[in-house]
């Protein structure tokens, strides 16, 4: 289930002695990793894989599991192995679902007074005890940009008159803990944990001062994010995912889960002629009612911030797995008011010309691995 380049890379990278580093995701349906070596100045992609989840909990391929820390530590370890995976060294993302990522409005105030300010203010949007989270804050820059906290901002923002914002961030200690202990199973050195959503704003968008719309097209969820000037505004969850496209799928056509996750990847949107022109049909119409719901979410969310804010949102980009189904980006286009650009992680990295199709093809799925590894790489 896993697919490498493994070996292909040796002989061109030359094997010097740059450091090779690790970007690991572990999705809700799948677990990706990304191994990057800088040279030059230059990401290298070394090495690459996937691995499906599902299996590890009983399930079929494409279906969003909850495992043990023992089970998820044997599907990473297979996927390594598969992957020939020569560094300890790695970079993981926290779902953004178990984390609380907020931009809150504060008075005016020093550096020193927010340390005492902002824990104070968090226990509002923080439905648990402050103790039990760790909590990281980055007061979104009125006038010149500086490097912030998460290593994004690089444009000049916007002057404000009023207080100021602060991008407040907190993670539950006991996800912490559960993912330390998934990668002291593996035998991985992690030297960070980061919110996916820092992850694949690093990879999908540049440093531009216009909004941008993340849509990341999951397993059982499709989360969004506002980004502006290099920060993150707002964020959004639907608990519509690939993994529902699929079970709509195979319900219209009475096919098993199986079948419908291999046609939809295989097909999507693009007519097959192994089927007739009826189910042709079916198989669109099917795909469509379920996008549709989140496009029109997309749509809701585009709208809203646009009228918030007083400014257009002119550009999404898709990513995450179900950024992959064929003939999607038609689809989105004609279904939302904004620009659609399909996520291509692999682009910041330097890889064989004839990996190009394959690693735009499945990129989506990589951005946050992608992400992961390229702060790993700066930070090494
Ligand atoms: N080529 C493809 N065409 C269509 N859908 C695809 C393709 N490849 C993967 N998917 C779908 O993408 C979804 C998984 O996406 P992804 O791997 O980004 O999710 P995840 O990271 O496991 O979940 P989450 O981000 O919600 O934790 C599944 O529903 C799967 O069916
Ligand atoms: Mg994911």
Redesign the pocket.
Known sequence: MAFSIGNIFKGLTGGGKEVSVLGV?I????A?LVQLRASRGIAVLETYG?IA?GPYGGQPI?K?VKLTPEKTAEALKDLIKESNVTTASVGVSI?FSSSLVSVIDLPPADAESLKRIVPIEARKYIPVAISEVSLDWFVIPKEEGTDSAFDQLQEKSVIRTKGQEVLLVAIHNATLKNYQEIMEKVGLTSSFFEI?IFSAMRSCVGHGLAPVLIV??????T?MYMVERGVVRMTHLLSV???Q??ETLGRSLDWDFEKA?RV??EH?FIESTAYGADENARIHEALLSTLSRVFSEVNRVLLSYGQRYNKNVSNVVLT???S???GIKDIAKTSLNAEVIIADPFSHTEAPAFLGKVLS?IG??FS?SVGLALRKLKHN
């Open positions: 995701d999705g809700a349906s799948s990706k996937e989840l494409g969003a779902p996916e990341d097209l999951g397993a059982s969820t989360k995912g690939g993994q496209v699929t996750e939809k990847r999507g995450g797995g179900g992959s189904l064929p093809e989506p799925s946050v």
